[in-house]
């Protein structure tokens, strides 16, 4: 019980940063604390509440510190929203409730044994590659910022790329853990499984244009496929072939071609052809613009940065400065405002969840369990560093979207799966017996 | 498989240290070159939310550059007045949203908005981002004398040029006045007025600061340098006679004196340069070399931009020009001495070098760091930067710098700058009409040093200079130097 009480400690403290921070967003714009403040607050804080009533229920004896640092990145996410635009703060506390909705029905419905997943395993992987392709299919799919991400069901659209990376988990953990042994040996024919997810990995880049899910996703594989195996040569033989499946694609796909010209050379001295407008111009003033703006708001926040709620992300007029800022962008914003010391905070806090993440695989005694706690927890990681090295220039930038901080529905409610199925492992590892 | 899962978290802490270390980079190493680049509109913007520090001229003290505040979204906005106009913008410059900056307003952009280093801003700034005031930045107390800048201003009329007016014992920066000006509280609300500003040149362009990024033909002001370089190589004296026939032949062509039907015949060093003979200065140029000259005006300051506050693409170095680049000879026989030494040939220099020549040769050779700064003042009232003289070098030696002064002295009383005589002032001065080939159409030029008496150091140097004229230097930029020493001359008078 004790790890529950920390749990609830850890959460009294999360929604006193989310408290504090909202506050001083109110403070920034109106010059004083608006008293709603105390209202979002107390919402905020029952909200995880009542998730870790469930746990306590469902899961007593798991992991005590995922809940409440999840409850710390959600903190910054909707807080940093909430400044951005009032109205997608509010949806993005509603995706917040959805999600831990979503944890409550995982955990509610597996309270028993997870482990029955295990024999959906191949009905996980053809959906995993399904929902890859949905968005590509015609009348479903729409295209944002030149790739294929998101569908659209008339009610409801949403990114199927983040339940897709669940699905996928949960197929390798199923898989490896059957097969782990003969790979292990190196017997041929288990060679064509691994060609067919490469085949599969360079499918999606080619269908949906979309590196960054792709990256994602092989990466995930192959991290699986190590743990399984624990041979480094499968590993280094995955990255060749996607390395060079990549390459290839590089020369006959304009938009990851641009993505890479973008990510090494942001900034030209003289016009270059500019391919949206059709006329030459310097290449910060159109393909790398939003990458170049970004960074400009990362600068702007220094060490300490503006302080929450001043920085600078409109113009003079109150047009943007820096477009998808809510989504793909939002790192560059909490590290205007936060500064290095904010920035590196949240990134401590993503660290502490990849630790505790691992110590539930490693906890874990059956093999499905380990495969599954460290798959989710290193794709965790794997999407954390896609997008804020994107951001940050260190890999080419794509459109995915940051765990638990970046506004949207589908990844904020996947992510809170993905924290349920932690939570299970974790509990299972940890009953007395 | 627990010590591959072990492996693996190195890794997943391997990736997001990167991204620590990288927000480390974006943030600490690069934040200042990101800040600088010309497209950073955030930074740009986020900007006018500082209470920007005011620039004030040094006499009398007035405000060149305020702020008004307006309110839009919630935020507080400082935009940019100037309320004295044109009077000072090419120093000034300009802070605009749309438009990148220029003048100290762009060269001192991190002391205005207080994102300078010193200790004292950073502790100040810091409390007014703890109390949610705005920043203050740091008030800019220029070296000028506004009136007399008015009085430049006015006298330049219609002309294309510009004056700079120094102290050359200091370094301080007077006057510094370019024609056409514009108004820079225009350049937000209607930049359209100032493309379409005409004076008497094209392309006009208001906008480039004639005083220290405009190159002319220095005519006979380059004489100065040229005595100076004949006596520091100690084959010449101030009394070292040559005969004038009118002309000087180089490369077996004729070079005429400006005024070719009278000869001077039996002349002195001293009253060459006096009455500007242009064949003296040919044949002292076929003898010393280019070289030598070249190297006298290195020591002027040729061949580097003067040291100035404003940013340093708004100054242009002097020198010989080949095709819009600077360029030293390799070898004498590489530039046309003899028509270098009286300042024709390929030799370009701004007004703010030549006040700089007449100044160090005023003071007895000593060239000192011209600055248009005079302090930077914290908030509170605290003096955070203070300009103190610096000595650039010793251009000459006292000996030829008084023996130059002496001629230009002469040149005053009765040679070619009369028209610069103030009764009751030591004026020694040189006047300059560099022939552009196109009648009416002459750079005319007068440098110039003043004080009480010929005993004590000057108390200022000046240079004029003007495009498409018509008369010389004599006739069109002596009598604007004599009014703008005037002014400085008798407003330190009567404080």
Avoid at chain 2, 100 to 127: C, I, P
Avoid at chain 2, 158 to 163: D, F, Q, R
Avoid at chain 2, 189 to 195: D, L
Wanted: charged content about 15%; some cysteine.
């Amino acid at each position: 019980m004790n790890a529950r009480r920390r749990e609830l400690f850890g959460l009294v403290l999360a929604g006193l940063i989310a408290s504090v921070a909202l506050a001083t967003v109110t403070l920034a714009r109106d010059a004083e604390i608006s008293p709603d403040v105390v209202t979002w607050g107390a919402l905020f804080l029952g909200l995880y509440v009542v998730a870790h009533v469930v746990i306590r229920r469902t899961a007593p004896n798991a992991d005590g510190a995922l809940l409440p640092l999840t409850a710390v990145l959600t903190a910054f996410g909707v807080t940093t929203i909430y400044r951005l635009d009032p109205g997608d703060g509010g949806r993005q506390a509603v995706w917040i409730a959805a999600g831990v909705a979503a944890l409550a029905g995982t955990l509610l419905w597996f309270r028993h044994d997870y482990r029955v997943l295990e024999s959906y395993r191949y009905l996980f992987g053809v959906g995993a590659v399904a929902l890859l392709l949905l968005p590509s299919l015609p009348g479903l799919g729409e295209t944002v910022n030149g790739a294929r991400l998101w569908v659209d069901l008339g009610v409801i659209q949403f990114q199927p790329g983040e339940l897709a990376k669940i699905c996928l988990i949960l197929f390798l953990a199923g898989y490896l853990r059957e097969k782990r042994e003969s790979l292990a040996r190196g017997q041929l024919k288990d060679v064509g499984p691994l060609l067919a997810i490469w085949g599969a990995a360079m499918l999606v880049i080619v269908v949906t244009n979309d590196l960054g899910s792709a990256l994602l996703n092989f990466g995930i594989f192959l991290a699986m496929l190590y743990v399984a195996t624990g041979r480094a040569l499968f590993v280094a033989a995955g990255l060749t072939l996607f390395l060079g499946g990549a390459a290839v694609l590089y020369n006959a796909i304009g938009h990851v071609q641009d993505r890479v010209t973008i990510w090494l050379q942001p900034w030209t001295d003289e016009p270059v052809y500019c391919s949206l407008t059709g006329e030459l111009a310097l290449r910060q003033d159109c393909a790398s613009y939003q990458l170049v703006k970004s960074l400009y708001s990362i600068a702007n926040g220094g060490f300490g940065g503006t302080g929450l709620g001043q920085g600078t992300f409109t113009s003079v007029d109150g047009s943007q400065l820096i477009p998808y800022l809510r989504t793909d962008f939002i790192f560059s914003a909490i590290a205007q405002e936060l500064g290095l010391v904010g920035a590196a905070a949240v990134l401590l806090v993503f660290m502490l969840f990849v630790v505790r993440g691992m110590r539930v695989a490693l906890q874990a005694d059956d093999g499905f369990s380990k495969l599954l706690a460290a798959g989710l927890t290193f794709g965790f990681a794997l999407q954390t560093f896609i997008i804020v090295g994107g951001v940050l220039r260190v890999v080419p930038l794509t459109g995915i979207t940051l765990p638990f901080v970046s506004y949207g529905g589908t990844s904020i409610v996947a992510n809170f799966v993905l924290l349920a199925l932690l939570l299970l492992v974790s509990n299972r590892a940890n009953e007395p017996r | 498989m627990n010590p591959q899962i072990v492996r693996l978290t190195y890794v997943a802490l391997i990736l997001v240290a990167v991204l620590v270390l990288m927000t480390t980079y974006w943030q600490t190493w690069a934040a200042a070159s990101l800040a600088e680049r010309q497209d950073n509109s955030i930074r740009r913007v986020a900007e006018f939310s500082i209470d920007r520090g005011l620039i004030f001229s040094f006499e009398p003290r007035k405000r060149l550059a305020r702020n008004r505040q307006r309110a839009i979204d919630g935020r507080t906005l400082f935009f940019r007045r100037y309320p004295y106009g044109p009077l000072a913008a090419h120093v000034v410059g300009y802070s605009t949203v749309g438009r990148s900056r220029t003048g100290l307003e762009r060269s001192l952009n991190d002391f205005l908005t207080a994102s300078n280093s010193s200790l004292s801003t950073v502790f100040d700034k810091t409390l007014d981002e703890l109390r949610g005031k705005p920043v203050q930045g740091n008030d800019v107390v220029t070296t000028l004398d506004l009136d007399a800048q008015e009085v430049a201003n006015e006298a330049l009329g219609a002309n294309c040029g510009a004056v700079v007016a120094l102290d050359p014992r200091t370094g301080k920066l007077l006057v510094m006045a370019s024609s056409p000006g514009f108004d820079p509280n225009l350049v937000e609300e209607n930049f359209g007025q100032i493309e379409q500003i005409t004076a008497d040149c094209t392309p006009a362009a208001p906008l480039v600061n004639r005083a220290s990024a405009g190159l002319y033909v220095p005519g006979s002001t380059f004489k100065v340098v040229t005595a100076a370089a004949a006596l520091e190589s100690k084959r010449y004296t101030p009394d070292s006679t040559f005969v004038d026939p009118g002309y000087c032949t180089v490369y077996g062509k004729r070079v005429n004196n400006f005024d070719t039907s009278r000869p001077f015949g039996t002349i002195d060093l001293t009253n060459a340069l006096a009455y500007s003979v242009n064949s003296v200065f040919c044949n002292i140029g076929k003898k010393l070399g280019a070289k030598k000259i070249l190297d006298t005006a290195k020591r002027f300051g040729f061949y580097e931009k003067p040291p100035l506050e404003t940013p340093s693409d708004e100054r242009l170095a002097s020198g010989l020009y080949d095709n819009g680049r600077l360029f030293y000879p390799k070898v004498d026989a590489n530039v046309d001495a003899g028509r270098m030494a009286f300042g024709q040939e390929r030799v370009l220099v701004t007004a703010l070098q030549n006040a700089m020549v007449a100044g160090a040769i005023g003071v007895g050779g000593r060239l000192m760091e011209p600055h248009v700064v005079n302090r930077i003042v914290a908030p509170g009232g605290k003096v955070i930067e203070r300009q103190r003289p610096r000595l650039i070098r010793r251009a000459v030696s006292k000996k030829t710098a008084d023996a130059v002064a002496d001629m230009m002295r002469l040149a005053v009383e009765r040679g070619t700058g009369t028209a610069a005589q103030i009764s009751g002032y030591a004026i020694g001065g040189k006047t300059g009409t560099g022939e552009t080939g196109v009648p009416g159409s002459n750079i005319t030029w007068f440098i110039a040093f003043a004080g009480e008496d010929e005993d004590r150091p000057p108390e200022l140097a000046i240079a004029v200079v003007l495009q498409n004229q018509s008369g010389t230097g004599g006739t069109t930029a002596a009598p604007i130097a004599r009014e703008v020493m005037q002014a400085i001359l008798q407003g330190t008078e009567n404080p």
